[in-house]
């Protein structure tokens, strides 16, 4: 895939997580102030921050089209949705629960993304 190939990608993972959301029945959501598990929710603005500065990295992941592109793009298209709530509403809108914790469809991005980087950079030391 080339790089807008891959930008697509983590632009539709974005966009349809900030759908759902959107749509989403109101006692379903749990609103995430911090980071995984409401880890330092007290600090919201920090946080925001610190999700840009990954996001951005991420992005940097994604154009400079190694064959670590793809992992990045579904890292980055799942951080742009929770992000952009970051910053502009303050929270996360988590959606899924699984015992008892509450996720997006961002986080599975996010976690599946590191899931590829952490596979492909095992079968290259392999190599």
């Known amino acids: 895939m080339r790089t807008v190939e891959y930008l ?3 632009a539709a ?5 900030c759908i759902i959301k959107a749509n989403i029945k109101k006692p379903l959501i749990t609103k995430n102030r911090g980071f995984a598990h409401n880890r330092f929710d007290r600090y919201p603005k920090a ?8 996001s951005a990295g991420m992005f940097k992941g994604v154009v400079s089209g190694g064959k670590d592109a793809l992992g990045y ?3 980055l ?3 742009l949705s929770n992000t952009y709530e970051r910053v502009f509403k303050g929270y996360v809108t988590d959606y899924i629960r699984i015992g008892n914790t509450v996720y997006n469809i961002s986080d599975f ?5 590191a ?12 190599l």
Do not use: P, Y
């Open 109 to 113: 991005m996010i976690f599946a993304g």
């Open 77 to 79: 298209g799942g951080a």
């Open 13 to 17: 993972v974005a966009a349809l997580d």
């Open 8 to 10: 697509s990608l983590s």
């Open 73 to 75: 793009s579904l890292i």
């Open 47 to 54: 946080v925001a921050a610190v999700s840009v500065l990954l």
């Open 115 to 126: 899931l590829l980087l952490i596979i492909q950079n095992l079968k290259e030391k392999e």
